[in-house]
């Protein structure tokens, strides 16, 4: 019988999988996949740890959520650990496939390993296919080319909301035919190299890992408390778990599909009436649409001090002892510690507080952009390669921002957000003393 095998990366759940979706229906055996990539477990040029603990411990949940969503459906998820290109290959033969379906990938990295995984594959008569299967739109639905994505979001933002369509779910399968699959086998953090994160009571929320918990997110800030109603208004927000929806991570790894949440909103707005703020979720999904987009388009550039415009960075010193206490919420600019101090303590920051300590980092301590990039890369649970450096480059000032010297003035901003200081006052302290 014919054998496919569903590599899966950045799309761990069974909801709205287009990939899935492909491998069930080309007929035959299916076996899925997802090699915890050692590189992924390394330290990068700036001397951080590629995935920090937080989002590791995030993966391995979602990992074995995913297991057991797969298992209910008769199918079940073998998990490898080393080169991707090599384990991808081993299982390849191990059940004699002779087609492979991946989701498509945009940054460098990625791609290399996509390409190295695919000649692999060929030279034993296995095909990959791949699969768009993580934004909004589907880059095909686009009014544009990539190559010709404006450099403006507005722009593209307007083309597109009159132009295209986002295409409707994929369901979930109702049973997926596989052969007979051993329990899958997880590392723990220790064997990753990391020790277990550490525990913050001023957590703005308890990112577990993994489709069950994502859609239990989504139920919660919709038809739970409703909150998606006031998100305009209340999306600056830095103390709390319902300020903003917290979709990112759960959407970073693919636990919850963009197009599943525009389709419950959509459901939502049919019940209780479509208003500025269930409009501005979707804006907001249309940024993390748009960075994907400028990553295929810039590629490389992307991670250049000088990026997509090859200009000078404002920040460009290197001063270890100014970026450590940076990274520990040891500036003195109490505002900015606050936050360093929660991202460090809990692995998420609200995006009022990545502007700001971002603007801070490259526009005040005038420091590389990227050493702050790839520090956020270690420590964010919601680590998006695209969603990362695009963000960043844009705040340094070498990105997509069409304003020259956009400069956060950081007094300002504590005023106008925490005026009453209940997030500074929340992380006075860097770590809490136990009992
Ligand atoms: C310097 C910097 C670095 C960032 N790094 C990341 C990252 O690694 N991963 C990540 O997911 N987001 C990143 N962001 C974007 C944004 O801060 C987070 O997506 C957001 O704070 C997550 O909280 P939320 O899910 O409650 O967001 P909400 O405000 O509820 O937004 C809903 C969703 O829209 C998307 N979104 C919102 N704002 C942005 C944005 N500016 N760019 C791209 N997508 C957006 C996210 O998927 C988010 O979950 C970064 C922003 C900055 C300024």
Redesign the pocket.
């Known amino acids: 019988m014919k054998t496919t095998i569903v590599w899966f990366k950045t799309d761990l759940r069974v909801h709205d999988n287009s990939v899935l979706h492909a491998a069930i229906n080309s007929g035959g055996h299916v076996v899925p996949v997802y090699c915890i990539d050692d590189a992924h477990f390394g330290t990068t040029p700036y001397g951080f740890n590629k995935t920090g603990a937080f989002r590791a411990r995030f993966l391995l949940e979602a990992l074995a959520d995913l297991d057991a969503s797969l298992r209910r459906l008769g199918s079940g998820l073998v998990v490898v650990r080393g080169k991707p290109a090599a384990e991808i290959a081993n299982i390849a033969r191990e059940y004699g496939a002779t087609s492979a379906v991946t989701a498509e990938e945009v940054a460098p990295e990625e791609l290399a390993t996509l390409n190295e995984i695919r000649e692999k594959l060929a030279k034993q008569g296995c095909s990959l296919s791949v699969i768009a299967n993580s934004s909004l739109y589907d880059t095909s639905d686009l009014p544009f080319a990539v190559n010709a994505v404006p450099d403006i979001f507005t722009a593209y933002r307007q083309k597109t909301e009159a132009q295209a369509k986002v295409q409707p779910v994929v369901g979930v399968p109702g049973h997926i035919n596989s052969p007979q699959l051993p329990d899958m086998f997880l590392p723990t953090l220790a064997d990753l190299g990391l020790s277990e994160p550490t525990s913050d009571a001023r957590a703005a929320i308890n990112f577990q890992g993994g489709e069950t918990a994502a859609l239990a997110r989504l139920q919660h800030y919709l038809w739970g408390t409703k909150s998606v109603l006031t998100y305009k208004e209340t999306?600056n927000g830095l103390v709390g778990a319902d300020y903003?929806?917290?979709?990112?991570a759960w959407?970073?790894m693919g636990c919850l599909s963009a197009r599943y949440v525009y389709s419950e909103l959509k459901k939502f707005e049919q019940e209780y009436g479509a208003n500025d703020s269930t409009y501005w979720?979707v804006f907001?999904?249309m940024?993390?649409d748009y960075?994907r987009l400028m990553m295929m388009k810039y590629g490389n550039r992307f991670f250049l001090k000088g990026g997509i415009r090859g200009k000078g960075a404002a920040g460009t010193k290197q001063n270890k002892a100014l970026l450590q206490r940076w990274i520990d919420g040891q500036t003195g600019q109490e505002f900015v510690d606050a936050n360093m101090r929660e991202l460090k303590a809990t692995g998420f920051m609200?995006?009022r507080g990545?502007?700001n300590v971002?603007s801070y980092l490259c526009h005040d301590l005038k420091l590389d952009w990227r050493y702050g990039a790839a520090y956020?890369e270690q420590q964010?649970t919601?680590?998006?390669v695209c969603?990362?450096w695009c963000?960043?480059a844009y705040?340094a000032g070498v990105g997509n921002d069409p304003r020259p010297n956009r400069y956060f003035n950081i007094q300002k901003q504590s005023e106008q957000y925490d005026g009453d200081r209940r997030y500074r006052d929340l992380w006075r302290i860097a770590t809490l003393v136990p009992g």
Do not use: C, G, H, P
């Open positions: 999306r903003s929806t917290k979709f990112s959407l970073s979720v907001e999904l940024w993390r960075f609200s995006n990545r502007q971002a956020f964010l919601d680590y998006d969603s990362n963000n960043w705040v």
